[in-house]
């Protein structure tokens, strides 16, 4: 009986000993790698993440603009700073047929009007646009023999 006893306890010590390596927090925008690709285009967005919101086991990295004023093939916009000011005004060139969801409608973004605030939603796309390494995946970690306690 004892030793059954023993046992239980240790194998119970044993599997205690394993742990997932989790993190304790949510991620954030400091946990992000951006893609070169995206960077190219967009070379300040890592400065212009506000917080990442995860939908439907894809991540979205949100971001604020305010619209200044359109032109031919771009768009001069004013980014929310993580302080919650807004930052100096940067020329955009979105991708022809972009679209904004305001309410139920999708407007293109040509029709938006100066002063305009849009959240805007990168999409980390399976990494094409960003990757979380701290996500990753997890492992088994075993926890060092000192740290088993036996009875």
């Known amino acids: 009986m004892k030793k059954s006893i023993h046992l239980i306890k240790l194998a119970a010590a044993l599997a205690a000993g394993f742990s997932v390596n989790a993190t304790a927090h949510t991620p ?3 946990d992000v790698v951006w893609s070169a690709e995206l960077l190219e285009s967009t070379p300040t967005i890592a400065n212009h993440c506000l917080e990442l919101i995860e939908r439907g086991g894809e991540w979205f990295a949100k971001i604020q ?4 004023r359109h032109g031919a093939n771009s768009t001069v916009v004013r980014y929310r700073e993580p302080d919650g000011s807004w ?3 940067e020329r955009v060139y979105p991708q022809r047929g972009f679209k904004a ?3 139920d409608e999708e407007v293109s973004i040509s029709k938006t009007v100066e002063g305009q605030e849009l959240n805007v939603y990168a999409s980390s796309q399976g990494g094409e646009n960003f990757t979380i390494p701290m996500l990753a995946g997890t492992e088994l970690v075993p926890v060092p023999a000192e740290d088993v306690v036996e009875e």
């Open 28 to 30: 954030g925008c400091a």
């Open 87 to 89: 930052g100096d005004p």
């Open 65 to 68: 603009v305010k619209i200044v």
């Open 101 to 103: 969801e305001i309410g």
